[in-house]
Antibody, heavy 125, light 108 residues
Framework: QVQMVQSGAEVKKPGASVKVSCKASGYTFTGYYIHWVRQAPGQGLEWMGWINPNTGGTNYAQMFQDRVTMTRDTSISTVYMELSRLRSDDTAVYYC??????????????????WGKGATVTVSS | DIQMTQSPSSLSASVGDRVTITCQAS??????LNWYQQKPGKAPNLLIY???SLQSGVPSRFSGSGSGTDFTLTISSLQPEDFATYYC??????????FGQGTKLDIK
């Protein structure tokens, strides 16, 4: 079945970087974009960006533009999200999610259909 | 960026109640609106896509409606497993998939 398996919890100091991985299985890795979404403790969902695993093309949310890098390794069906210059308010659960496209009444629609379990990143001195 | 505003932020209801959650977009997003359910400590789960299409495996007591800027998620008869937080999300702008702030549904 389709699965997104994420790396484990990380504890980092302010100013450091973190790299979270997401290994996809059960489908054609290069066929579907992958999103990254984060959730700070007790807060809502925040979209960070997506990567096209086929081309490596990316699109980042404006608030993360200068600190986030999304990459992929097609040989192991894995995408990575690296966040630099970490601050305490980057403490959150980081999710990857597959982007699915479907046709409804002849129109393409997009949504996140399969999610990883999340990777907890704690930023603390 | 397109802003998504949900109301209410929290809601108390009883098993068997009919519940409605609304989501308003800051601009016309046609029907590019998805709804997710999230339970504590779990990843979100897709309920509704394209404003009104039920994801496979989701109970029929969940329904979505709306177009343009105003959307609604309705649970026709609340079950114990429905107490969770619900998020809307727009996919009109594929350059920026924004979420609403969430609606927490708990037991009265």
């Amino acid at each position: 079945q389709v699965q997104m398996v994420q790396s484990g919890a990380e504890v980092k100091k302010p100013g450091a970087s973190v790299k979270v991985s997401c290994k996809a299985s059960g489908y054609t890795f290069t066929g579907y974009y992958i999103h990254w979404v984060r959730q700070a403790p007790g807060q809502g969902l925040e979209w960070m960006g997506w990567i096209n695993p086929n081309t490596g093309g990316t699109n980042y949310a404006q608030m993360f533009q200068d600190r986030v890098t999304m990459t992929r390794d097609t040989s192991i069906s894995t995408v990575y999200m690296e966040l630099s210059r970490l601050r305490s308010d980057d403490t959150a659960v980081y999710y990857c999610a597959r982007d699915w496209t479907t046709m409804v009444r002849g129109v393409k629609f997009y949504y996140m259909d399969v999610w990883g379990k999340g990777a907890t990143v704690t930023v603390s001195s | 960026d397109i802003q998504m505003t949900q109301s209410p932020s929290s809601l108390s209801a009883s098993v068997g109640d009919r519940v409605t959650i609304t989501c308003q977009a800051s601009q016309n997003i046609i029907s590019y609106l998805n709804w997710y359910q999230q339970k504590p400590g779990k990843a979100p789960n897709l309920l509704i896509y394209a404003a009104s299409s039920l994801q496979s495996g989701v109970p029929s007591r969940f329904s979505g409606s709306g177009s343009g800027t105003d959307f609604t998620l309705t649970i026709s008869s609340l079950q114990p497993e429905d107490f969770a937080t619900y998020y809307c999300q727009q996919s009109y702008s594929t350059a920026s998939y924004t979420f609403g702030q969430g609606t927490k549904l708990d037991i009265k």
